[in-house]
């Protein structure tokens, strides 16, 4: 099968989106949120705000991928962060078909879970 001539282009915030539902799906991940912090707290972003908790950016080797998230009190950080960035980092490649330059987790918060009853 041959490939067909041209060029794709995804938008940042396609990417940003993908990235953003990769991360919700993580486990120890409350939620997205916003990059600057208000009064030093944490701010959860809605499900349709997901892209303003990811910063999506061009690079010569790719792109590069800023995460700001929430984590679930009791949960390893580290291994949350870096199971996260390598989640990301599959969707945004397998999905995208994009290559990934680097995935930074930023830990803005830790929440405890609400029970879902």
Request: zero cysteines.
């Amino acid at each position: 099968m041959t490939q067909p001539a041209g060029a794709i282009h995804i938008a940042t915030d396609v990417l940003a989106d993908l990235g953003g539902y990769a991360a919700l799906e993580s486990y120890g991940v409350v939620g997205m949120a916003s990059p600057s912090m208000a009064d030093g707290v944490a701010q959860l972003l809605s499900r349709d705000k997901l892209r303003r908790g990811i910063k999506v950016r061009t690079t010569d080797d790719g792109v590069a991928v800023d995460l700001y998230v929430v984590i679930e009190h009791g949960t390893n950080l580290s291994e949350v962060s870096h199971n996260l960035a390598n989640r990301v980092r599959y969707v945004l490649t397998d999905m995208a078909d994009v290559k990934v330059a680097s995935v930074d987790v930023h830990v803005q918060g830790i929440k405890v879970r609400e029970s879902q009853s």
